[in-house]
């Protein structure tokens, strides 16, 4: 285990809505975990434990994958979900692409398979995991289209690579896939919504398409013919958690992430970004909810932890 000072920790929608589960004691942490919310940081090595294998540093700059705890000050990190933060991110910016980032990574690769030239729909494109996934989409020589709210957000989400965009609020998003891809729909559909939007995710899912589902903000009910439509199409229902994941497969993730797309983030091109919608300190951390909750937000909300000096951060 390494401790670490923490300096950021973001948060974002989707974390809002399980922060009001677990108050409710809905979405309890896994045990053993800390009860203090915050499943991603940025900051420095404070000290190594005992038994530690990698070549750490005490102040070297680092981010985590965290089950809990990522609004203290300090917090032991298993050596495993470790990473560097790349040359050119802050730690604020590194804040923001733990969690986020890989959701987005194992949402497409351990759990949709992504392949080039695929079609992928991203759900809430200027979200925190949506803005990740859509640049992961085009890294992996996919072709991205997006859901959003706004025109504001899906003009963000267009910036960041995606081909489409279609704002749930004024129409069928089912009917935009459908157009955008001549008819053959989408192969891969990332889910965070659920119940209300089931019916047009199955009409514009591609026959063997598959579709990922990671979230019920929408709803967790399902009423009408959903395993017929879906049997008709040959599609594939797919879901997943991360934060109840063991650490063996997290550690495995976090390896394949820093192999495949880490360097992404410092190359020459810098073709991968978090995207930053605002920082918090933490005293005005309950603003930094009621912000995110307002659902105005594109990208991360960060939360400073231990105010620093600018060019630290």
Request: hydrophobic fraction near 40%; aromatic fraction near 8%.
């Amino acid at each position: 285990m390494i401790k670490r000072t923490i300096s950021c920790s973001p948060t974002q929608y989707n974390w809002i809505l399980k922060v009001l589960f677990w108050r409710r004691g809905l979405y309890p942490p896994p045990p053993g975990e800390s009860d203090i919310i915050g499943l991603e940081v940025a900051g420095t090595v404070d000290s190594l434990g005992p038994g530690v294998k990698t070549n750490w540093k005490p102040d070297e700059r680092v981010m985590a994958l965290l089950s809990g705890g990522g609004y203290a000050e300090y917090v032991a990190v298993p050596e495993e979900l470790l990473m560097p933060v790349p040359s050119n991110l802050t730690l604020c910016q590194a804040a923001a692409v733990p969690e986020a980032w890989l959701t987005a990574f194992q949402l497409l690769d351990f759990i949709g398979t992504v392949k080039e030239g695929e079609v992928v729909l991203v759900h809430a494109g200027g979200s925190g995991v949506g803005t990740a996934a859509v640049q992961l989409v085009r890294l992996f020589g996919a072709v991205p289209v997006v859901t959003a709210g706004s025109p504001e957000k899906l003009k963000m989400a267009e910036k960041l690579g995606a081909a489409a965009g279609f704002n749930y609020k004024e129409g069928s998003f089912a009917k935009g896939v459908h157009d955008f891809t001549g008819g053959k729909g989408a192969n891969v559909i990332l889910d965070c919504i659920g119940g209300c939007n089931w019916e047009q995710n199955v009409s514009c899912l591609a026959v063997d398409g598959r579709w990922v589902l990671y979230g019920t903000m929408g709803g967790r009910s399902v009423d009408g013919d959903l395993l017929g439509k879906l049997l008709s199409k040959r599609g594939h229902l797919l879901s997943s958690l991360l934060r109840s994941r063991s650490l063996q497969y997290k550690a495995n993730l976090v390896k394949a992430f820093s192999r495949r797309v880490l360097p992404h983030f410092s190359d020459q091109s810098a073709s991968l970004k978090p995207v930053i919608d605002s920082t918090f300190s933490l005293e005005d951390i309950a603003e930094a909810h009621r912000h995110m909750e307002a659902n105005r937000n594109m990208g991360k909300i960060v939360v400073n932890v231990i105010p620093q000096k600018q060019e630290t951060q």
